[in-house]
């Protein structure tokens, strides 16, 4: 009897599965349908054993059934090319209708292809020796026919959807369907060599080694599911349209009580195991480190909350000297969110903003958070895509001159428009910017053409002597602003003795070494700098002394709290003096009536900025301003 071949691919197929079976596995779109084709190929290779010894024991059994084996065996060889139909399918339709629709066309052959199998004749010969054995005739042509349709198929989705199929993935599966045609073709010519089952096996074994070894979803450190994993898993939920509690784990700080490396790594092991060990929890390793858990069920999740807080309360290792304290960020349902893909955006949203997780450790994300999260999104859309459409608008808000009595300088104020033309405003996007790391773009480009509209407009034919050019705090902690911003006045030909620019006491608590350092360069060129925002915030008199400025802007909170608070004259008047003392110049900000403006002069204030006079303008509304109010 021949079955050596098939009894080595069922040995194959065995050994495949035990290991698939046994790994963990994070069972994907693709990993289950690996595991269809993996189970028909071995079916129909144990039915090709099974056909075999049906016919060298042919004159035992009664003829009809010896037959029905053998079409049997027929039916089960289109199986594995039917399923692997269905494995690049995974790949292809992300939609489920589309993906659907595929494969009932698909099933729509087998279901013509097998019962002409079982109803057109077949013929069978076998030596007297049982050495050569191989069945003939209509019914085998009909599965070979199906089949071939299928590696059609199969083929021709491969070329079409290339670009959303992976390259190896591609490769993998021409592969095996190259070793399977090939099989089939010698076997066709040669009926006594049955090699196609085998070769089945062989592709099975190439797509398992390549594609769909469980192992190679797991993070070779800690053995959790990794991020690419994680990726994968959360396309195919969202795919599928189903929800998840989500547990994350943000490890910031560790505290090491005397321990060792090697204690250490114990701890580590113990830990992971514990978490994995959670029940009805899916452990994923992201790229930043965090420790990502999915729950299927939110009772669950709560659950497991519970049990790995306390936990983590008591140390880890050998005398438990090792203690991890991460920041837990809870997500009670996915449906929250527009896609569960966001997850990625909700842990920077969380880690950028929460002040809640720094206080107390633990976020539970609310409706709120998430609106917010998605708005943040949206200007960071906004913000880009203005640059890339050059979008990007400077107004500009005249300030009067006490001393002149004109308008001796000017604000510039960024302004963005959304697509529909709304202004958007500027606290808002500046915020997200700063955070993004989207600002340092964003302040170059308002500070270059702040520097064309001098150049090409030149204002101080008016009398504009400066312009204030804000400077986020972001900014100022960017060692190379201030060759940056030089080398920018160099290339439009700007005296530096024309820029004027506005820090705030946010950029002094950062790195201040770096802030002095870039002001003093900006200082030793020319530029002069204000200090914005004073009367919000601490409005610490040692940044004045400390930072060198030569204008300090009253911010119109404080401004407003004058004209409203009886104390907070006093407060004013004191900030006022000293201020002065200081030779510094005063900037009140958001003055609104001519009352307002009045007493702010009798009070010696240098310069007043406000609606009283003109809000922010456009540059050809700004020039006709101060050309009009200044001759
Ligand atoms: P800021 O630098 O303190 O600018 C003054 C803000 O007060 C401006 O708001 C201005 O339009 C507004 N304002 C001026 N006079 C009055 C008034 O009489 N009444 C009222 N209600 N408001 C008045 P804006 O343009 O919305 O800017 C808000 C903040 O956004 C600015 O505060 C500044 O911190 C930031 N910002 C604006 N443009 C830029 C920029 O180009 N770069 C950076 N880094 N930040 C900017
Ligand atoms: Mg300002
Ligand atoms: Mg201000």
Same mark, same amino acid.
């Given at each position: 009897?021949?079955?050596q071949?098939?009894c080595?691919?069922?040995?194959?197929?065995?050994?495949?599965?035990?290991?698939?079976?046994?790994?963990?596995?994070?069972?994907?779109n693709?990993?289950?349908?690996?595991?269809?084709?993996?189970?028909?190929?071995?079916?129909?290779?144990?039915?090709?054993?099974?056909?075999?010894?049906?016919?060298?024991?042919?004159?035992?059994?009664?003829?009809?059934f010896?037959?029905?084996?053998?079409?049997?065996?027929l039916?089960?060889?289109?199986?594995?090319?039917?399923?692997?139909?269905?494995?690049?399918?995974?790949?292809?339709?992300?939609?489920?209708?589309?993906?659907?629709?595929?494969?009932?066309?698909? *099933?729509?052959?087998?279901?013509?292809?097998?019962?002409?199998?079982?109803?057109?004749?077949?013929?069978?010969?076998?030596?007297?020796?049982?050495?050569?054995?191989?069945?003939?005739?209509?019914?085998?042509?009909?599965?070979?026919?199906?089949?071939?349709?299928?590696?059609?198929?199969?083929?021709?989705?491969?070329?079409?959807?290339k670009?959303?199929?992976?390259?190896?993935?591609?490769?993998?599966?021409?592969?095996?369907?190259l070793?399977?045609?090939?099989?089939?073709?010698?076997?066709?010519?040669?009926?006594?060599?049955?090699?196609?089952?085998?070769?089945?096996?062989?592709?099975?074994?190439?797509?398992?080694l390549?594609?769909?070894?469980?192992?190679?979803?797991l993070?070779?450190?800690?053995g959790?599911? /990794?991020?690419?994993?994680?990726?994968?898993?959360?396309?195919?939920?969202?795919?599928?349209?189903?929800?998840?509690?989500?547990?994350?784990?943000?490890?910031?700080?560790?505290?090491?009580?005397?321990?060792?490396?090697?204690s250490?790594?114990?701890?580590?092991?113990?830990?992971?195991n514990?978490?994995?060990?959670?029940?009805?929890?899916?452990?994923?390793?992201?790229?930043?480190?965090?420790i990502?858990?999915?729950?299927?069920?939110?009772?669950?999740?709560?659950?497991?909350?519970?049990?790995?807080?306390?936990?983590?309360?008591?140390?880890?290792?050998?005398?438990g000297?090792?203690?991890?304290?991460?920041?837990?960020?809870?997500?009670?349902?996915?449906?929250?969110?527009?896609?569960?893909?966001?997850?990625?955006?909700?842990?920077? /949203?969380?880690?950028?903003?929460?002040?809640?997780?720094?206080?107390?450790?633990?976020?539970?994300?609310?409706?709120?958070?998430?609106?917010?999260?998605?708005?943040?999104?949206?200007?960071?859309?906004?913000?880009?895509?203005?640059?890339?459409?050059?979008?990007?608008?400077?107004?500009y808000?005249?300030?009067?001159?006490?001393?002149?009595k004109?308008?001796?300088?000017?604000?510039?104020?960024?302004?963005?428009?959304?697509?529909?033309?709304r202004?958007?405003?500027?606290?808002?996007?500046?915020r *997200?910017a700063?955070?993004n790391?989207?600002?340092?773009?964003?302040?170059?480009?308002?500070?270059?053409?702040?520097?064309?509209?001098?150049?090409?407009?030149?204002?101080?034919?008016?009398?504009?002597?400066?312009?204030?050019?804000?400077?986020?705090?972001?900014?100022?902690?960017?060692?190379?602003?201030?060759?940056?911003?030089?080398?920018?006045?160099?290339?439009?030909?700007?005296?530096?003795?024309?820029?004027?620019?506005?820090?705030?006491?946010?950029?002094?608590?950062?790195?201040?070494?770096?802030?002095?350092?870039?002001?003093?360069?900006?200082?030793?060129?020319?530029?002069?700098?204000?200090?914005?925002?004073?009367?919000?915030?601490?409005?610490?008199?040692?940044?004045?002394?400390?930072?060198?400025?030569?204008?300090?802007?009253f911010?119109?909170?404080?401004?407003?709290?004058?004209?409203?608070?009886?104390?907070?004259?006093?407060?004013?008047?004191?900030?006022?003096?000293m201020?002065?003392?200081m030779?510094l110049?005063?900037?009140?900000?958001?003055?609104?009536?001519?009352?307002?403006?009045?007493?702010?002069? *009798?009070?010696?204030?240098?310069?007043?900025?406000g609606?009283?006079?003109?809000?922010?303008?456009?540059?050809?509304?700004?020039?006709?301003?101060?050309?009009?109010?200044?001759?």
């Amino acid at each position: 009897m021949n079955i050596q071949v098939q009894c080595c691919g069922i040995v194959l197929l065995l050994f495949f599965l035990y290991f698939y079976s046994r790994q963990k596995n994070l069972h994907l779109n693709t990993g289950t349908a690996f595991f269809r084709t993996l189970i028909a190929t071995l079916v129909s290779i144990t039915m090709d054993a099974l056909s075999i010894i049906a016919i060298c024991n042919g004159e035992k059994l009664p003829p009809l059934f010896v037959k029905l084996v053998c079409k049997t065996y027929l039916a089960t060889l289109i199986l594995p090319v039917f399923c692997a139909v269905y494995y690049i399918c995974t790949d292809i339709y992300t939609r489920r209708v589309e993906y659907r629709r595929v494969l009932y066309c698909n *099933a729509a052959i087998g279901l013509v292809g097998i019962p002409l199998i079982y109803l057109l004749p077949i013929s069978i010969h076998c030596d007297m020796a049982g050495r050569e054995v191989y069945t003939y005739g209509p019914s085998v042509l009909a599965a070979y026919a199906s089949a071939s349709i299928y590696f059609v198929i199969n083929w021709v989705l491969l070329l079409r959807k290339k670009n959303v199929i992976r390259k190896s993935r591609r490769a993998s599966m021409q592969f095996w369907m190259l070793v399977w045609i090939g099989a089939a073709i010698i076997q066709f010519f040669h009926n006594e060599l049955l090699l196609v089952g085998y070769a089945s096996a062989i592709g099975i074994m190439v797509l398992y080694l390549k594609l769909e070894n469980p192992e190679m979803n797991l993070d070779k450190e800690t053995g959790l599911f /990794h991020q690419m994993a994680l990726t994968r898993y959360l396309k195919q939920l969202s795919n599928r349209e189903k929800h998840v509690s989500i547990l994350l784990m943000v490890f910031e700080h560790s505290f090491y009580q005397n321990s060792s490396q090697e204690s250490e790594t114990v701890a580590e092991m113990e830990m992971i195991n514990f978490i994995s060990g959670v029940p009805g929890t899916m452990a994923f390793r992201s790229a930043g480190d965090e420790i990502l858990l999915l729950y299927e069920d939110r009772a669950e999740a709560e659950k497991g909350l519970g049990i790995l807080r306390r936990r983590f309360e008591c140390g880890w290792g050998k005398d438990g000297q090792v203690f991890r304290h991460p920041f837990w960020i809870y997500l009670p349902d996915s449906a929250m969110l527009q896609d569960v893909k966001d997850v990625f955006l909700l842990i920077r /949203h969380a880690r950028q903003n929460s002040k809640e997780l720094v206080d107390n450790g633990f976020l539970q994300i609310g409706g709120e958070f998430i609106q917010e999260m998605y708005r943040t999104r949206e200007i960071e859309w906004l913000i880009f895509n203005a640059i890339g459409q050059d979008r990007i608008m400077v107004y500009y808000q005249p300030i009067y001159s006490t001393a002149e009595k004109r308008f001796t300088s000017a604000e510039a104020l960024v302004r963005i428009t959304d697509e529909s033309g709304r202004m958007v405003p500027p606290n808002d996007f500046i915020r *997200a910017a700063e955070k993004n790391g989207m600002m340092l773009r964003l302040g170059e480009i308002i500070f270059e053409k702040v520097c064309r509209f001098i150049k090409e407009s030149n204002p101080a034919q008016y009398g504009l002597q400066y312009i204030e050019v804000n400077l986020s705090a972001v900014q100022c902690a960017y060692a190379p602003l201030a060759d940056t911003y030089i080398a920018i006045m160099e290339r439009y030909g700007i005296s530096p003795q024309f820029i004027n620019l506005e820090i705030t006491e946010t950029a002094a608590l950062g790195t201040k070494k770096v802030v002095l350092d870039n002001m003093n360069r900006l200082i030793d060129y020319g530029v002069s700098f204000s200090l914005d925002d004073f009367g919000t915030g601490q409005s610490n008199l040692n940044y004045i002394v400390d930072m060198p400025v030569s204008i300090v802007k009253f911010d119109r909170s404080m401004t407003n709290s004058y004209f409203e608070n009886g104390k907070a004259k006093y407060v004013m008047d004191a900030a006022m003096h000293m201020i002065q003392g200081m030779q510094l110049k005063i900037v009140s900000e958001g003055i609104e009536t001519r009352e307002q403006c009045e007493i702010m002069e *009798a009070l010696g204030i240098n310069y007043i900025q406000g609606y009283h006079f003109s809000k922010p303008l456009e540059e050809q509304a700004f020039l006709a301003f101060i050309r009009g109010r200044n001759a």
